[in-house]
């Protein structure tokens, strides 16, 4: 008999905007569990690690953006086998 679940279904996102304009870029990540929010200025970088991740949309007051955006998925499956 072999039982499996997934473990540490989760995904680390840095953000990194090298832009030099004035503005802000607002991250929203959509998990299973809800919404987050995370917002970095022109010249920040930022990192941030949720579970379940559904879906992420990118938001700016700025016209033009410049930067890096970068997804870490994490994800460990363990496994029981069972035997006689």
């Known amino acids: 008999m072999t039982n499996e679940k997934n473990v540490m279904n989760s995904a680390t996102i840095s953000l990194d905007i ?9 991250l929203n990540i ?7 929010i995370s ?7 930022k990192s941030i690690t ?3 991740i559904i879906q992420i949309e990118l938001e700016t007051t700025m016209e033009s953006v ?3 955006l970068e997804i870490q998925l994490n994800r ?9």
């Not at 959509?30 to 987050?36: A, D, L, M, S, Y």
């Not at 917002?39 to 970088?45: I, L, N, P, Q, R």
């Open 18 to 26: 090298t832009t030099k304009s004035e503005g802000e870029l607002m």
């Open 30 to 36: 959509f998990t299973k569990e809800g919404g987050v």
């Open 39 to 45: 917002k970095a200025s022109a010249g920040e970088s």
């Open 50 to 52: 949720v579970s379940n």
């Open 66 to 68: 410049t930067g890096t």
């Open 76 to 84: 460990k499956q363990e496994r029981k086998i069972t035997f006689v």
